[in-house]
């Protein structure tokens, strides 16, 4: 299988704690997006990567919350000192441009409890 | 990237086509239609796209009107597993960052 992973797929942490997840995106995409979805709602932008540069930071990524894609190939996003409000399920996707509809595709996600 | 407008729900018949629609009525030339579905604690999956032309893959079919102001997901052959959210997002895709933004889509259920 070539598609987008995430690492892990679950995890449960207590408040304050800090957590880390992994994407590794299809090979060649040079562009890494992350999204987070709450219950009921659709995906929400995070933030984007075009090889290891970040580009775009919503506001929705608070200081506590930091990405890198080292190498331009998988990425990481740090939650530090981890809030209740942080439960949700974080979306990677990565798309290959210049495909001029820059198509992204999507991972199965990490699901994140804060308790 | 341009609102779109779905129907909050629809049902669908097994072995029957569901036809989604969306409306898009203030698109920009440059932006394409995507359409997503999701189904249940997994991540969207891509299902179609499109910029003025009719689409068809192996999964669906996209219909946009002429004016490109709506357009209409064809499932010809619903099956159970079809059962999901499907979203409808106008997106400039390569010429802009290409960030997607979801609303709440429509929640379809395939019936026996």
């Known amino acids: 299988d070539t598609g987008v992973s995430q690492d892990p797929r679950h995890k449960i942490t207590k408040r304050g704690q800090n957590v880390t997840f992994r994407c590794d995106p299809i090979?060649?995409?040079?562009?890494l997006y992350w999204y987070r979805q709450t219950l009921g709602q659709g995906p929400e932008f995070l933030t984007y990567f075009q090889n290891e540069a970040q580009l775009e930071k919503s506001r929705l990524l608070s200081d506590r919350f930091s990405a890198e894609r080292p190498k331009g190939s998988f990425s990481t996003l740090e939650i530090q000192r981890t809030e209740q409000g942080d439960s949700a399920m974080y979306l990677c996707?990565?798309?290959?441009?210049?495909?001029?509809?820059?198509?992204?595709?999507f991972g199965p996600g990490t699901r994140l409890t804060v308790l | 990237d341009a609102k779109t407008t779905q129907p909050t729900s629809m049902d669908c018949a097994e072995g029957r086509a569901a036809n989604l629609p969306c409306n898009h009525s203030t698109i920009s030339g440059n932006e394409y239609v995507y359409w997503y579905r999701q189904i249940h604690s997994q991540g969207p999956q891509y299902i179609i796209h499109g910029l003025k032309n009719n689409e068809t893959n192996e999964m669906a079919s996209l219909i946009i009107t002429e004016d490109r102001k709506s357009s209409t997901l064809i499932l010809p052959h619903a099956t159970l597993r079809d059962t999901a959210v499907y979203y409808c997002?106008?997106?400039?895709?390569?010429?802009?960052?290409?960030?997607?933004?979801f609303g709440q889509g429509t929640i379809l259920t395939v019936h026996p």
């Open positions: 090979s060649e995409h040079n562009r």
């Open positions: 996707a990565s798309s290959l441009n210049p495909d001029r509809s820059d198509t992204q595709y």
């Open positions: 997002i106008a997106n400039a895709g390569g010429t802009s960052y290409g960030k997607l933004t």
